[in-house]
């Protein structure tokens, strides 16, 4: 009996290779010249033409990316080893002939970080491939062939024994000397970094959530159990924050920290982090570990609120995404603006701000938003056209999107008299949609007006659909809080508070 089952198994496992699968693998003992040769054994093909794409543009970002940029020297195989017919289309797309023979593709790949060619990536969505670490972001690494964006990737990555993969994946095996990771679909593996290195990580335990952090600190001014205590603080707000519980079981925080002597590609400056379901990647400049504290406990903060929107809560734009055109919701001031503002509100909630510094945060926003963007563009257009007309109107997102949402928490908490606030109204969409289901872009308000009241629909059409600007005073008004654009403290709370504004004060700041 014992017998039977191992063949059949090993029958199974036969099986399984060949079926509609892509087998990807690397070898990271031999990174030349910032290369990476990248093997592709690919899901059998019935159509005598196919395209093998590189994406254009990736989820969160709100840019135009190009990864194709990056990759050379395509090659498809038919199963004798003979060379298929390839042509490259554009930057991103490469058509391959006779494809119905097609078993392998080969290729190179660039590292990001310091490339020579001019490019638009975000340092948080690059790759990067040296001696002492590797960034592997998976959307600059690994293509797909067109239409099977829904199969199964299998990553086979050998690796030197010193290095440690940093990921929110588990491996399906590992040894010394080699992971394999599977994803179930093209959007699980683009929404997977992986970073290796001489391992500097830590982990702690938020309630229901493992966590871990990873840290590459070239001058080791950071180190990652630093990091791990400042962010169990505010993980621990963060769970009461949403009742209790995270919304993941496991969660990675991946920390690049860029030496200044360390060539990069990208325009002055610049840093950031994105967001994945399970994780989220940061590029920032290396600095001793105080003086970088707040701007990466706020920063962290963000990334893991995403988790609510657009991770959970968001619309067919995002859940169905359109790797190769941009196709963008009208929704950002919820992706964005009420993940900043959560970002910071859990920490006055939580006691790791005062209620005055996060007023001056508040103000901070007012100010930027009105002196470096346009007040009187639309949201929803900025949001729908932010990788192209309004680029530059992109960071309004964390100024007045995150004041958007905070009229929004104000308003709310007012009308339901300190009851139904926005974390409350985000649960409900929470509910409504959950993870697997999405919302039409045009339908967002009236599920919104479902959820709570018409004055809050009129609100969204007046100051998020329409051009009006924010009156600020009236909204922080409900929560006796005063508004003077002209004090050096723009928002202060005010002794004279009525009973009502009391309540709501106390509903939107108390612990
Ligand atoms: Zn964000």
Redesign the pocket.
Known sequence: MKKILLTFLSIITIICVYAQEYHYALDLNHLQGDTLSVTLQTPPQKEKKILFNLPKIIP?TYAISNYGTFVSDVKAFDKKGKLLPVARLDTNRWEIKKANKLVKITYTVEDIFDTEQEHAVYPMAATNFEAKNVVLHTPGIFGYLEGQNQLPFSITIDKPSSFYSSTSAMPTSHTETQDVFNMKSLDELYDTPIMYGIPDTATVKVGNCDVLVSVYSPHQQVHAKQIAGWLSDLLQGARTYLGGKLPANRYAFLYYFKSPEVKQSFKGGIGGAL?HPTSSFYYLPEMPAEQMKKLLVDVSS??FF?IITPLTIASKEVKEFNYQEPVLSEHLWLY?GS?EYTAHHVQVKSGLNTTQQFLDKLSDKIRTSREQYNDTLAFTKLSKYAASTYADQYGNVYQKGALIAACLDLYLLHLSEGGYGLKNLTHDLGVRFGKDKYFLDDELFDEIEQLSYPEIKQFLLTYVQGNTPIPYGEFFGFAGIRFDPSAEHMLTLDAQADAGQLLVREAWLGQ
Do not use: A, F, K, N
Request: aromatic share 0%; proline share 0%.
């Open positions: 969160g967001e963000h990334e995403h964005e993940t």
